[in-house]
């Protein structure tokens, strides 16, 4: 509860804060009346016949009253945790409040001692005079206690000496009406101070229960103030990245929809910024060098747009996104684009190294801000593709190619589940006899709008959309049952062994050591049937990777190196245990035949090769030349269009039943 909080001491202190400002007030306003009195009680007396003795009585009470009122206006030290009214006269180094209500009420006290000497100006209440006297004390008396409500001490301290002073003169004058008006000013006496303690009380328990509301309203405005403030900063959090202050993802989307949404007809720019060596910086100099770089980029941005009105924000790790309204010719996307890839080696030259920027732009159509961001992320990966540190702008062939990925990956798992993704196989042949020595199974996907799609695009459309596994089992699968249609037709290609590519991707994210070995176990399959092709850094890439290398190669499977010599591991990948087979990359083999530099490689490669009891296969042979030459080099095994396009199952069984045909033709014809 709220009222819990409110600290009783503190509370204490207010209230007694609050009785001394009162009780100042009201003897201050007393103070004229009770001087209007004295005067009047004088004029009495000098009318008497006691002009000495009222002119003294006189003095006195002026002076006391003097008094009391200097005393009311001191300042007095507030209490801890209290804040009086900024018409009090408050000092850290004046007397306390305790003491200030004690002195009030001697002073009090001492007027009313002033007050008890009236007796001497009527003979104790004998002379004429003593009806008036009697009735100003008595109202005097109860004025005081009207006026003192908020300090019982200081009422009681002034009528006590004064109306006690009453009954004993009326007791001394003896008889029996004086005696029972004694008496009955000694009840008005008890009744006075009564009322005074009543109304003391009172205040108290009302100054207690306003300041304790006073302090809960402050609580609450103060909660109120603390909950805007996290609601605001909540808000920010929410919207804005905690490193850099740009907008975040979210928060960018959100302002770029509102700027395109409010100026209709104005056409928008947008741009997609991703650094160019910024893995470098935190490899060379740490993360924390690495976030910093990142805060000097987001200011970087900020002064090189701070007169576009362009709305900036952090797209995600070393990405940026910059949303701004065309006006005129000079601030085209493209000039923007090249004027920020021209100064950032300027924002962050002091760390050591110059980072460059790829950026992707896209310009707003009818398009909305979401398809206006995919559209910037394809001509950034374009950019970044094409030689970073460059800007690209998404157009149609983009749009086309976007289009493309998109359906891939929409369609891909439906094509797996309905087995429209197929296997064409290419053999793998010896160059002397030209034997076939083993098949290589290659994905093949005719996309009923986009017709035949790239292997390399499926398999990326595979990893984005999570069906990589999938698909690898399907490939696997359908290298089986290949292996199993040649075995049931009795085909002369029955014990060549089949090749599939995996990527580094499915190598390193997938279990693939138990999905090939897990098929190959459900169909029947001899795992020593079976070949993985894998590029060469994965041979060396990390410890979970090598032992499913391990466990593949130990079961039975030979691990077959592609595109062997592009890589910067070529000689490293060798030394691997389960390599049984390197292809010698289609760039050394074109033109081999005239090309002395590519020769001498090739011819490292097959002696390498030798030594290590590992299979060389030279890929891309296209012409008679490059096969002679080949043969020349000691080369065993050859792939290429020269000796046997990819085709699917069917094709190669009747390719491979003709050549077995025409052995026997030829004898026929020489027996003849």
């Not at 077995?660 to 027996?671: M, N, R, T, V």
Request: hydrophobic share 45%.
């Amino acid at each position: 509860m709220l009222t819990a909080s409110v600290d009783g001491e503190v509370l204490s202190r207010t209230v007694r804060t609050d009785q001394l400002v009162a009780i100042r007030r009201s003897v201050l306003r007393a103070i004229p009346i009770n001087v209007v009195l004295s005067c009047a009680a004088a004029l009495i007396a000098v009318n008497a016949g006691r002009a000495f003795e009222g002119l003294c009585w006189l003095l006195l009470s002026l002076m006391v009253n003097g008094l009391r009122r200097f005393i009311c206006r001191w300042p007095f030290a507030p209490l801890p945790g209290t804040m009086p009214d900024s018409s009090v006269a408050t000092s850290p180094s004046a007397r306390p409040v305790e003491w200030h209500l004690r002195l009030t009420a001697a002073l009090a006290a001492v007027s009313g001692c002033v007050w008890a000497l009236i007796p001497l100006l009527c003979d104790g209440y004998s002379s004429p005079q003593a009806v008036f006297y009697l009735t100003v004390v008595c109202g005097i008396c109860a004025g005081a206690v009207t006026y003192g409500i908020a300090y019982a001490l200081v009422p009681i301290g002034f009528i006590t000496p004064a109306l006690l002073s009453v009954a004993g003169c009326l007791v001394y004058a003896g008889g029996f009406d004086n005696l029972c008006l004694a008496a009955l000013v000694l009840l008005y006496l008890g009744a006075l101070a009564r009322g005074a303690l009543h109304s003391d009380k009172a205040f108290r328990e009302g100054s207690r229960i306003s300041n304790e509301a006073t302090a809960m309203a402050a609580q609450l405005r103060l909660a109120h103030a603390l909950s805007l403030d996290a609601t605001q900063q909540l808000a920010f959090r929410a919207s804005h990245d905690s490193l850099t202050g740009l907008l975040n993802r979210e928060g960018f989307t959100e302002a770029a929809t509102l700027r395109i949404a409010t100026t209709d007809g104005r056409r928008h720019g947008l741009l997609l910024l991703d650094l160019d060596g910024f893995k470098a910086v935190n490899d060379a100099f740490g993360h924390k060098a690495g976030d910093r770089v990142l805060q000097d980029v987001a200011r970087w941005l900020q002064r090189e747009t701070a007169d576009m009105q362009a709305i900036l924000g952090r797209w995600g790790g070393d990405e940026f996104a910059l949303l701004y309204s065309l006006r005129d010719e000079r601030q085209t996307p493209t000039a923007i684009a090249q004027g920020l890839i021209r100064s950032v080696s300027f924002a962050t030259a002091h760390y050591g190294g110059h980072l460059g920027v790829s950026i992707g732009i896209s310009v707003s159509g009818e398009a909305e801000i979401a398809d206006m961001i995919s559209f910037a992320d394809e001509a950034l990966n374009e950019a970044k593709r094409i030689g970073r540190n460059r800007c690209q702008v998404f157009d149609k062939a983009l749009n086309q190619r976007l289009a493309t990925r998109r359906d891939v990956e929409r369609d891909l798992l439906r094509a797996i589940e309905a087995r429209d993704i197929g296997v064409w196989f290419q053999p793998i042949m010896t160059s002397e006899g030209c034997e076939v020595h083993s098949l290589e199974a290659l994905m093949r996907w005719n996309h009923p709008r986009h017709g035949q799609i790239a292997p390399e695009e499926v398999i990326y459309a595979a990893a984005s959309t999570g069906v990589a596994e999938p698909l690898l089992r399907h490939l696997v699968d359908e290298a089986c049952l290949a292996m199993r249609q040649l075995e049931a037709a009795g085909s002369s290609l029955a014990a060549a062994p089949v090749a599939i590519n995996v990527s580094p991707r499915e190598m390193a994210q997938l279990a693939v050591d138990d999905i090939v070995l897990g098929m190959l176990k459900e169909r029947g399959i001899a795992p020593r049937r079976l070949q993985i092709e894998i590029t060469e850094e994965v041979a060396l890439d990390t410890h979970a990777t090598r032992g499913r290398l391990s466990t593949l190669s130990a079961a039975g499977v030979a691990i077959v190196v592609d595109d062997f010599g592009v890589g910067y591991s070529s000689l490293a990948s060798l030394r691997s245990e389960h390599v049984r087979q390197v292809k010698i990359d289609r760039s050394f083999i074109l033109g081999l035949s005239s090309s002395p530099g590519n020769a001498v490689l090739v011819d490292a490669i097959v002696q390498l090769g030798r030594s290590l009891n590992i299979q060389v296969v030279a890929e891309g042979v296209e012409t008679q030349e490059e096969l002679d030459a080949l043969r020349a080099l000691g080369c065993k095994l050859v792939q290429g269009y020269h000796l046997a396009r990819p085709a699917p199952l069917p094709e190669l069984m009747a390719w491979a039943a003709s050549r077995a045909a025409l052995p026997a033709l030829s004898a026929l014809a020489k027996g003849a």
